[in-house]
């Protein structure tokens, strides 16, 4: 929402801020165009600076996922199976017909070892090895070198992220986004507390008054 961009920004000024995502870099810098914000993509494939814990790019695995995509695509053409082509990874996504994860999970059994299948929220994506969200904190720590960590997330690929940060050895708070049906009990169970959606942009804000003070009036 605008208003938790807001209070994005405005916490930029104040504490070093980052999104991390599966989305890749473009696509999660268009979504949130805030000043000053960092970026780890792709499940720790990509960011928006130089980060030497992230892996490297590999045009030959590039066209691996490109070739996987058509084939999956080919095998389950008719179907509400919906493809979508990142930058590093390829995601098929079942939300509209759940019942295609068996028979989908069983299309990606068998990937070349270098890359690997990682399970989301009805969705199912390839991407190369290594990376993962707690190699993108990895780089954020490299970066920042922060005493204190507010992480939050809301999907199984979070949970990598959250042990990460409670491995840092800092002061670790971790929130789960969500806590409906559609949030994987994993993620509720790893963190310390459970915030909907709208309660996010309260916390920020909270966190923004608590080290710069309100704004003026």
Known sequence: PPATLTTLERLATVAHVAIVTGRDLATARTLAPVPGVEFVASHGHEASFAASALPAADAALSERLK?????????????????????????????????????????????????RLQPGRLVLEVLPGGGGKDTALAALTERFNPGSLLVLGDDLTDVAMFEAARASGGRVLV???????????EVVAAADAVVDQGQVGEVLALLVDALAGPPPA
């Open 175 to 185: 929130l789960a986004i969500g806590g409906g049906s559609e949030t994987p009990s």
């Open 67 to 115: 070739e996987l995509a058509r084939d999956i695509e080919a095998r389950f053409t008719g179907t509400a199976l919906r493809v979508e082509r990142k930058a590093r990874s390829v995601a098929f996504h079942y939300r509209a017909d759940s019942s295609l994860a068996a028979p989908l999970r069983d299309a990606l059994r068998e990937l070349p070892e270098e890359l």
